[in-house]
């Protein structure tokens, strides 16, 4: 997105979600895309992640309604829902069920295909599939994969055969996996106690350390070192284990004793200062006008206190930028930063010089 951004010089306006307790980002609201439009009425396009990488599902049906009438399309980052077509919990949420203009899918995260086998959707009369077409040839590659294409065909026809039984077993699996978890006295799991309004993807296992004295990079690296599970992620309060039709009941199982262990061992923690707060930082310049100043300094991130930034700054996964060129560093970004790095989360800038970052005037 921020390279599109940077192509066409345009102007991003933020949609805010909510932030729960843990530091989850939730749901876009309909009441905040409605806020924006009659806000900012040159907008050319909605995009909105559903599911989240934590597995938080917007009310796409409503957005899409509310974008259509003033004919702006909507963009869906569906990258890590490409199964909910399948399962019958959650078809309903599915972008394209629910009238997105555009919706693209990462078949690889979710159903069984190489990694890279992403497709593109697009359903919409706003939308030139010409123009589509045009800008594909320009960014894509010449020279398709076949062995690529061949997994995507593949990854179908195990859906189109097996689908049916092979989503019947996973929802088995993870109810399992739920029941089994709901008495952990320490760590939490986001699906057992997830409130009623949110639509939540059950398959992202979210298991939160908030609260004990651990955090969840510790999580992380005692699962990997002690028990050989890796997960897909892991944030200061919570890591993200990732599943699938491709789970198997003993990785399940291996799972469930592995956190009963780990949260009989760990202890509670009186630590609970943890505020989480989605503030964008002030803006001072265009994304392109920091980008192309040429004024440029490199100094230590402890030393960028009201100074512009020249590059992004970002924790991967997810690589959701903390600061994006021409805002500035402020006392909360900065220590929202340096609180990353002190949990061993690995912080990456676009200069990869971490912790020293280029600013500009």
């Known amino acids: 997105m921020y390279n599109a951004i940077e192509l066409n010089f345009l102007e991003p306006i933020y949609l805010r979600p909510n932030i729960n307790q843990y530091g989850i980002e939730e749901e876009i609201s309909v009441e905040e895309v409605q806020n924006k439009i009659e806000q900012n009425q040159d907008i050319k396009l909605i995009v909105i992640t559903s599911p989240t990488y934590e597995g938080i599902i917007s009310n796409i049906k409503e957005i899409t309604k509310i974008a259509h009438k003033y004919s702006i399309p909507v963009l869906v980052d569906e990258a890590h829902g490409a199964h909910l077509n399948f399962d019958e919990n959650l078809k309903q949420y599915e972008s394209l069920n629910s009238g997105a203009d555009i919706v693209i899918q990462s078949l690889h995260k979710t159903l069984p295909a190489l990694t890279q ?23 894509e590659t010449s020279s398709p994969s076949y062995i690529l294409m061949s997994s995507i065909q593949e990854c179908l026809n195990i859906i189109e ?40 993807d059950k398959g992202k296992l979210v298991i939160i350390t908030k609260g004990t004295n651990i955090t969840g990079k510790e999580l992380a690296d005692i699962l990997r070192k002690k028990y050989k599970i890796e997960i897909e992620m892991s944030s200061i309060d919570y890591i993200i284990a990732m599943t699938s039709i491709c789970d198997s009941k003993e990785n399940f199982e291996r799972l469930i004793t592995a956190l009963k262990e780990i949260d009989r061992d760990i202890s509670f923690s009186n630590n609970e200062k943890t505020e989480y707060i ?34 992004y700054v970002w924790v991967y996964p997810p690589g959701i930028p903390l600061i994006t060129p021409g805002e500035i560093f402020d006392e909360t970004i900065i220590d929202k930063i340096l609180s990353f790095e002190a949990s061993n989360i690995e912080v990456r800038t676009s200069s990869g010089e971490f912790p020293n970052v280029i600013v500009t005037d």
């Open 117 to 139: 086998t992403a497709i593109m959707h697009v359903s919409s009369k706003l939308i030139s599939e010409k123009k589509i077409r045009t800008q594909l040839a320009i960014f």
């Open 161 to 200: 055969n097996q689908g049916k039984e092979l989503f019947e077993e996973y929802s088995k699996r993870l109810e399992k996996f739920y029941e089994e978890t709901k008495d952990l006295e320490k760590l939490k799991i986001l699906g057992n106690i997830v409130v009623d309004k949110l639509v939540y």
């Open 278 to 311: 989605f503030e964008i930082p002030s803006k001072a310049k265009s994304i392109n006008e920091a980008i192309f100043s040429e004024k440029s300094k490199l100094i230590n991130i402890k030393d960028a206190k009201n100074r512009i930034s020249k590059e």
